[in-house]
Each structure stands twice: as C-alpha cells, then as structure tokens.
C-alpha cells in the first residue's frame, strides 16, 4: 500500500512551483476485430474488472481520487461568486420572445452589405452565406425558403445512398422540411416573417428533442424508451422565430466520444477531408453547417463536443455558461457538465441563434443566480475600448503542447495580431493540477452518464450499445461513491484556480484542439474505435469548461500543411458570453486570408 498524498488547502498552493506536466495517456489503441474481442475480455467477469482496476493505476485515477487527501469540501454544481458587468453591451431580456430577442442581437450587429455578397464575380474568395444573406435573397425575391428546401432535401437525399454511409441525419422526413418550408414561403409573399431566422434551416443533435423526430442519441434503441412528445426548450425557442428544422443530425453514440465515430448508422466525414473525422460528440450539426447546408444547427457539449467539431470543420462553436440555457428536453438535461449550444459558420450566426435560445430554467436561476445575459454590441464604437482593456491570459507551455506546431503557431499569430490591433493585453498564467481536472472531468460525466443509463443497461439494452460505449460502460461502472465525491472537491479546488486567475485576466486562451482532424482508420468504420491518445489530443484544452461551466468559443484562424481547419478557443468569466462573441468578432475580422472551399460544399442559396 503506498502512502496518502495530502493536497494543501487550494488557497496556499505554491503557483511558482507548478510544473506542467504533459498527459500521456496509458491505453491500447483497437480497432475492428481486435477492439470486438476487448470489449468482450472487459464484460468478462473477473478478467474485466482486472484489465479496468490496471488502466485506472497506469492513469493515476486510483493515486487521484483514491488515496488523496483533499482539504475542500464538495461542489457538484458549478457555484459562483457575483460578476462585474460586462462592458459595451446591450441586456437582453430571457423571459421576453425569442424573435424579440433576436431583433435585438440584429441591432447589435454592424450594418449589412448586400452589394458586398451578391455582386460577387467567380474570381471572388470562398465565403460562407450567412443568415444575414439568406434573409436578404428572401425578401428581395431572388428565391423561396421552398427553393433552398429543394436543393437541402436532393443533397440530404444523395448523401443518405452513400456507400460506406456517411449520414449528416440521423432522422430526416422531406416531407416535414417541404412543409415548414412552404409555411415560410408563404409568410415571405405576405410580407410577414417571424423574424431574421425566418426560412433559416438549422439541424438539431440527436440527443435534443426536435418533435416528432424520436431522439436516439446515436443508438439504434432509445427511442424505444423515451418517446418524444414535445420539442426542447431551445428548440422551441427557435421554432418561434421562423426556423426550419432540417432534422436530427448524426452523433457519436450518446455523446461520449471525441471523434464522431458511429457504426450504428455510418460516420459523418469531415467535408474539408473525406477521409477524416469531424470531430464530436456533435459531428453532424458542424459538417452539415460546414458544408454550406444549414446556417447553424444545435449541438450539445459535456466534454468539448460542440468546440472539437466545430474546431476540426472550420466554423464557430459557442459552448455557454452552464445554465445559460435550459438543457429541458435534451438527453443530458439532468447533468452538471453539460449545455445546450449554436454553431455556425461565422460569429454574428452564432450570437443570432444564442440569442434566441438563451434564457436559464426557474431551478438554475434560484442555485447558480446567473447575471442578466448580454449581447456585444458590435455596432458601436465602443466596442473598440472595451477589446482594448482585455486581458488575455495565456498558459504558455500548455499552449504549446500539441502534436504539430501548426496549431500552436497559427493560434499564436492571431493572439499577436489581436495585441497589435487592438491592444489586448497578454498576461502569461499557470494553471495547477490540470491532471485532477481531467479526472474529476472523467468520474463527472462518467457518473452522470450511468446514472441516466442505469435502468435501461439493466434491462438488457446495454448489449445493443456500440462497441464504445460499452468501453465507457465497462470504465464507469467501476466508480464508486467516494471517488464521486472525491471529484467534486476536486472541482471545489478547480474552481478557486480559475476564479483567482479570473481576477487577473478577462479571458483564457489556447488552441481549441491539440492536432487537426484525425484520419479514419478503414477498420474503425464497422467496430468504432478506442484511441484515447487522439482523445488526449483532442480534448487537451476543453475540460475547464465542462467542470467549472465556463462559457468558450471556437474560432477558426487558419489551417495546417494539409489544408485542415485550426480552431482558437476563447474561455471567459462566469456569465461573460457577451466578452467571449465580441472577442470572438474581432477574431474573425483580423483573419485576412480567403477561407478554404470544403472539399465537400454546396451552394444551396445562388440560384445560378
């Protein structure tokens, strides 16, 4: 037995001697046949609590949780302390109408440039419509939401014949699109729309309720369990404003996996390279908006799962404060790590969407007390003092640790640009025990996870789980109580680091992703995939967000040798989602380069 490590109280922790420490995680990577017969070995009893009981000793998760002695007491939910208002914004009102709120976000945006968009000749760089422009072409006539509807369906319908399968949706009806769209047609001729989302098509993750789509979470069987018999709270939401629901996008199952990977229906590609994956757990909500077929769509992110894909495909992913939003209706609503969120293709999409959605549940208003939510506002010149006083704290040999310095690089060159523009601020930081993160990050989710699933896995549906999933099954069911417990003192600790950092700095920064998309194994595509090297990789930079309910945001700032998208992330305050999209905006102005057509895009908006 070795001996008890005892951590000092986290207000006496010794931030000149914190060592970073590169995480190397102790695990086989398996595919097809060979990662089959491990799963089997795991669910064998005797042998697969011993091969479990030797992963969680090589990874220091029994060292962690086990046999340390941590002086805070528990949080098991993120807790904060008042804020300071943000500066340079416009409060929005979260128990108004979303199309109000919407109208709002509109006003906050610079004035729109329809010259700009739509006398644009061949030789013109690559550019993504935004909402901005689909309203536009709506109500000047030069198409109908029905014509858009057309194009979306025969492309949807042409990737669903594809062989392998590489579905963007899971559940998709023509007929409901055609439908919903005829209706916003029809408020176009009357001079009538909703709103500036009116006609706009979005896709929903298929673990959020989108009536009468079932929800399966990327499983072939949870919608034998839990019917749908309402949309979400978000969903709702953005159904008032005008939105046309393409349908449920494609996901790794039950969100736990960083990869997108999902044998039950076919693996969504990553539409800058085929042969990559997008990223996940929402892999098909950022290929479908990458690929020019909806302006945004809805993801979910407990672990990264809206910032990797949206990082990984090139376009913008913004994961709120934990209980910004209400999750009610989704199949994490009853977690502590996880929210609902927009990704688009550009910043100003992205604040269009959260502004309709935004707007905390009466439970989460009474335990977190959240601050009013803002909106930047980026038409006016104030916004040009409040980037210049932000501080931008910067964990330099964090920053840098990843597997190609493309990424650290072309990170790197924007946070310059954004001090020599504008003026911002770097302020070098340290951030202690990023291994305890990642560990109470694990038995978190992990616990919420089985917690949820428990009854059904009882009942037998646990074997019709992919092959991944019963991996985290087999990994999860080996928590116990105390180890729970030991995670949330754990993120008691967690959270007093970033608040003290918090009063240093206005916003954190790193990469979104420690490498660019990963290639997809041939024999990965039949069985999944265990890989938690790449895992590593790919969730290097997100945990602080899901633990502590941070708000970040990806945005794209270039791309490696290979022509693949690189993702900036942006991790604010408590409640600074307004800081977070101004910064963000700024961002995506000063990147000057022309943007990379997918190798898979569609116009489905030009008629010519």
Known sequence: MGKKRVMVPAEDVDLSAVKYQHEAIQAPHLTGLKFKLFVKLLETPLVGPLIISHLKKENKIVELLQKTVIPEAPMYKPEYPPQEPEPGVVVVDEDGKPEDRVELAMNCLPPYNSASCWNEDLASPFRYWKIRDYAHAYRSHFVTPSMVAEKIIS?????????????????????????????????????????????IFIAIKDDIDLYPHPSKGGTTWMHEVRPVEEDAVSVSRLRCCGVIFVGKANMHEFGMGTTGNNPNYGTTR???????????????????????????????????????????????????????????????????????????????????????????????????????????????CDGADALGSLRLGKYTAWFNDVQSTDVSDTCEDMLNLLSKTHGCEMVEIVIPEMQEMRTAHLLSIGSEFMQSLIPDIEDGKGVRLNYDSRTSVALFRSFSASDYIAAQCLRRRLMYHHMEIFKKVDVIVTPTTGMTAPKIPSGALSYGETNLQVTG?????????????????????????????????????????????????????????????PASFYDVLKTK
């Open 155 to 199: 492309v949807i319908e042409e990737f669903n014949k594809k062989d392998p399968p590489m579905p963007l949706l899971i559940s998709f009806d023509a007929e409901e699109v055609r439908k919903q769209a005829a209706a916003s047609t029809k408020r176009f001729e009357e001079g009538s729309p909703i709103s500036i989302l009116d006609g």
């Open 270 to 380: 990553n539409p800058h390279a085929l042969d990559r994956y997008t990223g996940g757990s929402s892999s098909g909500p950022a290929a479908i908006v990458a690929s020019g077929l909806c302006s945004a769509a809805l993801g979910t992110d407990g672990g990264g799962s809206i910032r990797i894909p949206s990082s990984l495909c090139g376009v913008v992913g913004l994961k709120t404060t934990y209980g910004r939003t209400n999750i009610r209706g989704s199949l994490c609503d009853h977690g502590t790590v996880a929210i609902i969120g927009p990704i688009a293709s550009s910043v100003e999409d992205v604040m269009l969407v959260y502004a309709a959605i935004l707007g905390s549940n009466p439970a989460d208003r009474i335990s977190l007390n959240p601050s009013p939510p803002c909106l930047p506002n980026l038409s006016s």
């Open 537 to 597: 990789y790919l969730m290097r930079y997100i945990v602080a967000a899901n633990l502590l309910g941070f708000p970040a945001i990806s945005i794209p700032v270039g791309y490696d040798k290979q022509g693949l998208p690189i993702g900036l992330q942006l991790i604010g305050r408590p409640w600074g989602e307004a800081t977070l999209l101004r910064l963000a905006s700024a961002v995506e102005e000063l990147y000057a380069k022309p943007k990379k057509r």
